[in-house]
């Protein structure tokens, strides 16, 4: 029996500029992201004779909602094979985070479906059918950072930032992605948060969903200013739609330390990570 197993990592965007509502109903985006390698779903597919998902979180649908199934139906359609396969999703990325879990979860599974089918599809076809699954998706099927346009299908690799030391934290709540963006336009700045462009490492960080995300979910916005007072903090931002906001730390900076003190003071339910981004 066939078995892939594959490494889906969390992404976070160092910039995200909305330009204009698209007539299709999207937005266009300007966006840079960043992969976090140390932080990943880990999936594996097996061809089998029946058709079995299994997934670690409970909260998650098992269904044709979940993006991995639909990635496999997409898949299945697309080269024209009916099969069956087992799969096996262990999740660390909480979902609803602003870390592209889910879309990195479908790549990943169009990727292990394409080597189990010996390459069926080439590079181009399977970023057209990624595209088609979600704004996000193909941006996970490729290596390393990339300039992401359009509604954030269209791909431009760039030279990877230094690899920077990163603190995600994030309360229990989620964010609705389509929401944070419906709410864009209309919405308004809150007068005590700095939403101006952050400067680390030659990148500017800037995230134009701060705006109605901060305006619906103010802990968010507390919790970036709270982080941006720390002395350890170089830099801190929302990540992508939230709810995960994310700290770039001074080199040394002890990460647990500030997380501890981030639970003590705000919210102790608050998970966290820290690690490094991504440099190739």
């Known amino acids: ?28 985006i ?19 004779e029946e058709f079995s998902f299994e997934c670690s979180d409970p909260e998650l649908p098992q269904d044709h909602g979940n993006l991995v199934i639909k990635s496999l139906n997409y898949y299945k359609s697309e080269i024209k094979e009916n099969f069956n396969c087992s799969i096996l999703l262990i999740k660390n990325i909480p979902h609803g985070a ?20 010996d390459y069926r599809l080439n590079p181009q076809e399977l970023s057209q059918l990624a595209s088609e699954l979600g704004s996000d ?14 509604r ?13 030391p990163i603190l995600l934290l994030k309360p229990a709540f989620s964010v609705a992605t389509p929401d944070a963006y419906k709410r864009w336009k209309q919405s308004f700045e809150i007068s005590s948060v700095d939403y101006k462009p952050q400067k680390v490492s030659g990148i500017s960080l800037v995230n134009d969903l701060e705006r109605p995300v901060f305006e619906k979910h103010r802990f968010l916005a507390e919790l970036k200013q709270w982080l941006l007072g720390r002395s350890e903090v170089a830099a801190a931002m929302l990540s992508g739609s939230g709810s995960t906001v994310f700290a770039i730390l001074h080199d040394l900076a002890d990460a647990e330390k500030v997380a501890k003190a ?6 102790p339910t608050l998970w966290h990570w820290a690690g490094m981004t991504e440099e190739i």
């Open 30 to 48: 300007d966006t840079l992201m960043v992969k976090l390698p140390g932080l990943a779903d880990q999936i594996t597919i097996s061809l089998a």
């Open 262 to 267: 981030a639970r003590d003071e705000l919210d």
């Open 98 to 117: 602003g870390l592209g879990g889910g879309s990195s979860d479908a790549a990943a599974t169009l990727i292990g479906l394409n080597q189990l089918f």
């Open 152 to 164: 954030g299908e269209m791909i431009a690799a760039v030279s990877s930032p230094p690899a920077l």
């Open 1 to 28: 029996m066939k078995t892939i197993t594959l490494s889906a990592p969390a992404k976070t965007n160092l910039s995200l500029r909305i330009l204009s509502k698209r007539d299709d109903g999207f937005h266009e």
């Open 137 to 150: 998706i193909p941006f996970f099927l490729t290596a390393g950072a990339a300039r992401c346009t359009g």
